[in-house]
T-cell receptor, first 115, second 114 residues
Framework: GNSVTQMEGPVTLSEEAFLTINCTYTATGYPSLFWYVQYPGEGLQLLLKATKADDKGSNKGFEATYRKETTSFHLEKGSVQVSDSAVYFCALSPIRGSTLGRLYFGRGTQLTVWP | DAGVTQSPTHLIKTRGQQVTLRCSPKSGHDTVSWYQQALGQGPQFIFQYYEEEERQRGNFPDRFSGHQFPNYSSELNVNALLLGDSALYLC?????????????FGPGTRLLVL
């Protein structure tokens, strides 16, 4: 089946620290992979995506590389800011079959950045 | 370009009541999906609508039903509300062709069942 496992939070960092949030997945076939971010009291915003092996998604200083051999899609940022404080969700979507276009989410990782 | 919109933003209901949530997709999108996000959890897929029909469904009881209109907007209906239905309900839209897997979310409707 399809599932996503994220590192458990919360993660607390000082401003300008390096961020890694681990994400691994199980899927039939080769899905598309996503990171979404949720700020307090809001819906989900698409942060970045990758659609095939070795693709690197990037946005707002965040990056994640689709690693087929380790079934991973870890989120990284070189220097976090207070404004990055939010909950981050890793997700996958099958690209064919009866579950095409359905998102499977991890449980989310709370990030808090202190000034 | 308007993104995905949802209404209402908040709702309070009592057990046994029925509720209807509404969603308008992003311009150019014709596929709408609904998710339930319980507090502290990741969103769970409820169902997806395309061409006014339910195309796929997650592991939710029949109390959860939906509808899609010719203008692609959608409704989520929940009957016989339970306390456990309290959650943030998220609507997401995508195109039906290339890019169907990339979904854009609305701000959600927060439902509290007392």
């Amino acid at each position: 089946g399809n599932s996503v496992t994220q590192m458990e939070g919360p993660v607390t960092l000082s401003e300008e620290a390096f961020l890694t949030i681990n994400c691994t997945y199980t899927a039939t076939g080769y899905p598309s992979l996503f990171w979404y971010v949720q700020y307090p009291g809001e819906g989900l915003q698409l942060l970045l995506k990758a659609t095939k092996a070795d693709d690197k998604g990037s946005n707002k200083g965040f990056e994640a590389t689709y690693r087929k051999e380790t079934t991973s899609f870890h989120l990284e940022k070189g220097s976090v800011q207070v404004s990055d404080s939010a909950v981050y969700f890793c997700a996958l979507s099958p690209i064919r079959g009866s579950t095409l276009g359905r998102l499977y989410f991890g449980r989310g990782t709370q990030l808090t950045v202190w000034p | 370009d308007a993104g995905v919109t949802q209404s209402p933003t908040h709702l309070i209901k009592t057990r046994g009541q029925q509720v209807t949530l509404r969603c308008s997709p992003k311009s150019g999108h014709d596929t709408v999906s609904w998710y339930q996000q319980a507090l502290g959890q990741g969103p769970q897929f409820i169902f997806q609508y395309y061409e006014e029909e339910e195309r796929q469904r997650g592991n939710f009881p029949d109390r959860f039903s939906g509808h899609q209109f010719p203008n692609y907007s959608s409704e989520l209906n929940v009957n016989a509300l339970l306390l456990g239905d309290s959650a943030l309900y998220l609507c997401a839209s995508s195109p039906s062709g290339p890019g169907v897997e990339t979904q854009y979310f609305g701000p959600g409707t927060r439902l509290l069942v007392l």
